[in-house]
Nanobody, 124 residues
Framework: QVQLVESGGGLVQSGGSLRVSCAAS????????LGWYRQPPGKQRELVAA???????VYADSVKGRFTISRDNAKSTVYLQMNSLKPEDTAVYYC??????????????????WGQGTQVTVSS
């Protein structure tokens, strides 16, 4: 089973940038699709970006054009570069292995247990 550890969150002003990382253990990292989720305060967790093993990507409409997901299979790490951040991007960000038809609406997290996530706070 893959273990995932998120890092890189912090406090940033509106319009700023931040990159969060997710380090994975497990020999199957390179063959899995991976996704970044976020959970704003008082709201449900939502998938915002995913990357397939071959590098194809999908994004939620709310982050399209501002966020970029990437992966480094040699380092077993997936990244989320976040630009033009808005206060509504404030959330705890998590990663997970995902599977299913490759759209934001249909991908599902493989693992029921989640890591600690990393807090991203955008001030106005």
């Amino acid at each position: 089973q893959v273990q995932l550890v998120e890092s890189g969150g912090g406090l940033v002003q509106s319009g700023g940038s931040l990159r969060v990382s997710c380090a994975a253990s497990g020999s199957t990292f390179s063959i899995n699709a991976l996704g970044w989720y976020r959970q704003p305060p008082g709201k449900q967790r939502e998938l915002v970006a995913a990357i397939a093993s071959g590098g194809s990507t999908v994004y939620a409409d709310s982050v399209k054009g501002r966020f970029t997901i990437s992966r480094d299979n040699a380092k077993s790490t997936v990244y989320l570069q976040m630009n033009s951040l808005k206060p509504e991007d404030t959330a705890v960000y998590y990663c997970n292995v995902v599977s299913g038809p490759f759209t934001i609406a249909t991908l599902r997290a493989d693992f029921g247990s989640w890591g600690q996530g990393t807090q991203v706070t955008v001030s106005s």
